[in-house]
């Protein structure tokens, strides 16, 4: 791409979300570390650069600071919160101590409608502060854009130079035409058209892997998930045969898993597909387990013997496909309280050990997870897979508390299937993050036409969340909880009590493990 908004990160936990609201304006961004060298961000070629907001206080010992000549490359540059104070530190301005964080939402005034900035937008908008530090005085030929109760530099703007710093925050949510002050940036003030289009990437992509691969082979883990499907997607576009997918079946799959699979990517695709059949193997290993955690391991353990030995069956490979994502790429930026280095999922850790002796083909690399789904559209995958929810690597094995046998895994799959299948029916599946049937270790006494019973349990789990790390339980209707209830005690054999898990996330988990 030729136009590129670069994000200095200086630790905010808003960074990524930056990133994404300019790729949304069809504009490609990438985030680099706060105090990366101008001479390298120069090599970038940045058609306009953003400063993040930040946790730290320009005051503080050990604040992150820019290399000053940031500011002299004579790109547009646009600050956020703490990028306000940077500016002002760095272009004369005066920056002074507040003993408060002002939280929250605030109406900003604009004073100047000459600002490309709020070009198109109401001289009053919504806006979200957080900043605790206050400017008071402007930097050198800048100007005040616009005010908030609480501020009277609320946006300043250096009309020549194209630099502007906003007390607040354009791009989350709870400034709701933030979006549009992000894009008259990238777009009246940085220039950028409207070249990142996933259209575009997949003949940039296409190109690349070309050029890297050769005439080469490729394997792929198939996992059946969004990731590795669409990386599946992508790279037989571009080179078809080279191609092959390894797709293991734990037995520890959802109903007719295996079977959509193969014939999405065997059948309509045409992939070299290798589908191994482990499920004896695994659940050989499983036998007598009832430990989440050693669950795991053998299931992650086993994984790699077999994925490795089917590779070595599937020729001389010398490449290694993975549906890595940009999230997973972002070195986060050290800085204490900030939450975006504390999180990084457990789940994803791990995989694959680094011993195989491949070169790593990534061609989701620079992608969020929006615009791989986006990606897959364009590729033309079904929306079963684009859209599709979150399962986890160990499968139905965290879902069957206590131990996992063959017989309490097709009680929970008849189960589960009812659950999709009525979140579906009623337009409710593609509306949550995640809707599954959990298997009990608690069997219970019921009645059943004349006859007693003592029987299994089953709990649905229902959740909505922005990415994993929290959530909450979703108040569904009682009508469609009630036809859950029914269908699943009367078509399941073995289940004669249904529960509904109302725990958030925290304290709970999503999956119960
Ligand atoms: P928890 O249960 O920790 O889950 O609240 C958060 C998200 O991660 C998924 N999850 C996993 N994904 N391997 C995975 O690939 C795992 O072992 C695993 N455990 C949980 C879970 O479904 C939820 O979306």
Same mark, same amino acid.
């Given at each position: 791409?030729?136009e &590129?908004?670069?994000?200095?990160?200086?630790?905010?936990?808003y960074?990524?979300?930056?990133?994404?609201?300019?790729?949304?304006?069809?504009?490609?961004?990438?985030?680099?570390?706060?105090?990366?060298?101008?001479?390298?961000?120069?090599?970038?070629?940045?058609?306009?650069?953003?400063?993040?907001?930040? +946790?730290?206080?320009?005051?503080?010992?050990?604040?992150?600071?820019?290399d000053?000549?940031v500011?002299?490359?004579?790109?547009?540059?646009?600050?956020?919160?703490?990028?306000v104070?940077?500016?002002?530190?760095?272009?004369? =301005?005066?920056?002074?101590k507040?003993?408060?964080?002002?939280?929250?939402k =605030?109406?900003?005034t604009?004073?100047?409608?000459?600002?490309?900035?709020?070009?198109?937008?109401?001289?009053?908008?919504q806006?979200?502060?957080?900043?605790?530090?206050?400017?008071?005085?402007? +930097?050198?030929?800048?100007?005040?854009?616009?005010?908030?109760?609480?501020?009277?530099?609320?946006?300043?703007?250096?009309?020549?130079?194209?630099?502007?710093?906003?007390?607040?925050?354009?791009?989350?949510?709870?400034?709701?035409?933030?979006?549009?002050?992000?894009?008259?940036?990238?777009? /009246?003030?940085?220039?950028?058209?409207?070249?990142?289009?996933?259209?575009?990437?997949?003949?940039?992509?296409?190109?690349?892997?070309?050029?890297?691969?050769?005439?080469?082979?490729?394997?792929?883990?198939?996992?059946?998930?969004?990731?590795?499907?669409?990386?599946?997607?992508?790279?037989?576009?571009?080179?078809?045969?080279?191609?092959?997918?390894?797709?293991?079946?734990?037995?520890?799959?959802?109903?007719?898993?295996?079977?959509?699979?193969?014939?999405?990517?065997?059948?309509?695709?045409?992939?070299?597909l290798?589908?191994?059949?482990a499920?004896?193997?695994?659940?050989?290993?499983l036998?007598?387990?009832?430990?989440?955690?050693?669950k795991?391991?053998?299931?992650g353990?086993?994984?790699?013997?077999?994925?490795?030995?089917?590779?070595?069956?599937?020729?001389?490979?010398?490449?290694?496909?993975?549906?890595?994502l940009?999230?997973?790429?972002?070195e986060?930026?050290?800085?204490?309280?900030?939450?975006?280095?504390?999180?990084?999922?457990?789940?994803?850790?791990?995989?694959?050990?680094?011993?195989?002796?491949?070169?790593?083909?990534?061609?989701?690399?620079?992608?969020?997870?929006?615009?791989?789904?986006?990606?897959?559209?364009?590729?033309?995958?079904?929306?079963?897979?684009?859209?599709?929810? +979150?399962?986890?690597?160990?499968?139905?094995?965290?879902?069957?508390?206590?131990?996992?046998?063959? &017989?309490?895994?097709?009680?929970?799959?008849?189960?589960d299937?009812?659950?999709?299948?009525?979140?579906?029916? /009623?337009?409710?599946?593609?509306?949550?993050?995640?809707?599954?049937?959990?298997?009990?270790?608690?069997?219970?006494? =019921?009645?059943?036409g004349?006859?007693?019973?003592?029987?299994d349990?089953?709990?649905?789990?229902?959740?909505?969340?922005?990415?994993?790390?929290?959530?909450?339980?979703?108040?569904?209707?009682?009508?469609?909880?009630?036809?859950?209830?029914n269908?699943?005690?009367?078509?399941?054999?073995?289940?004669?009590?249904?529960?509904?898990?109302?725990?958030?996330?925290?304290?709970?988990?999503?999956?119960?493990?």
């Amino acid at each position: 791409m030729s136009e &590129k908004i670069v994000i200095l990160d200086f630790g905010s936990q808003y960074t990524q979300v930056i990133a994404r609201r300019v790729r949304e304006c069809s504009v490609f961004s990438t985030i680099i570390p706060f105090d990366t060298p101008a001479s390298e961000i120069r090599k970038l070629k940045p058609t306009g650069i953003i400063l993040s907001g930040g +946790p730290s206080s320009v005051f503080a010992k050990d604040a992150p600071l820019p290399d000053k000549k940031v500011f002299t490359l004579g790109v547009p540059l646009m600050g956020i919160c703490f990028g306000v104070q940077l500016l002002a530190q760095f272009m004369g =301005g005066k920056v002074e101590k507040s003993s408060k964080r002002e939280y929250g939402k =605030g109406t900003l005034t604009v004073t100047d409608k000459s600002s490309d900035l709020f070009k198109g937008l109401p001289g009053s908008l919504q806006v979200w502060n957080s900043h605790g530090d206050k400017l008071t005085k402007l +930097p050198r030929d800048f100007k005040v854009v616009a005010t908030t109760e609480n501020s009277d530099y609320a946006v300043i703007e250096h009309r020549k130079k194209k630099v502007f710093g906003l007390q607040f925050h354009p791009e989350v949510v709870h400034t709701p035409r933030g979006r549009e002050i992000i894009s008259n940036f990238v777009h /009246n003030v940085c220039g950028c058209g409207r070249e990142w289009t996933m259209a575009n990437y997949i003949e940039q992509a296409v190109e690349q892997i070309r050029s890297q691969v050769g005439g080469e082979h490729v394997i792929l883990g198939l996992s059946g998930g969004v990731d590795s499907s669409v990386a599946a997607a992508l790279i037989h576009r571009a080179i078809g045969d080279q191609l092959t997918c390894i797709f293991v079946n734990n037995g520890l799959l959802r109903a007719k898993e295996a079977e959509a699979v193969q014939n999405l990517f065997g059948r309509n695709f045409k992939m070299k597909l290798r589908y191994v059949n482990a499920t004896n193997e695994f659940l050989r290993r499983l036998k007598g387990i009832t430990n989440p955690e050693r669950k795991r391991k053998v299931i992650g353990n086993h994984f790699i013997r077999v994925f490795q030995d089917e590779t070595k069956k599937a020729g001389k490979a010398r490449f290694l496909a993975q549906g890595t994502l940009y999230p997973d790429v972002i070195e986060s930026v050290p800085i204490a309280g900030n939450p975006a280095a504390l999180i990084k999922s457990h789940h994803n850790v791990g995989g694959l050990p680094k011993n195989l002796k491949f070169q790593l083909v990534e061609p989701l690399r620079c992608l969020f997870k929006d615009e791989v789904r986006e990606l897959g559209r364009e590729l033309g995958l079904p929306r079963e897979v684009v859209d599709r929810q +979150p399962f986890p690597g160990p499968g139905l094995a965290v879902r069957v508390m206590g131990e996992v046998t063959r &017989k309490r895994l097709e009680v929970l799959r008849q189960a589960d299937a009812i659950v999709i299948e009525e979140m579906k029916r /009623n337009d409710w599946y593609y509306k949550v993050w995640q809707s599954f049937a959990v298997l009990l270790p608690v069997k219970s006494v =019921g009645v059943m036409g004349d006859e007693r019973t003592y029987e299994d349990s089953v709990a649905v789990r229902v959740v909505d969340s922005m990415d994993g790390m929290t959530a909450d339980w979703v108040k569904l209707p009682y009508e469609l909880l009630e036809n859950i209830s029914n269908r699943i005690i009367n078509e399941v054999n073995g289940v004669n009590r249904c529960v509904f898990d109302i725990t958030s996330k925290p304290p709970g988990t999503i999956e119960w493990e």
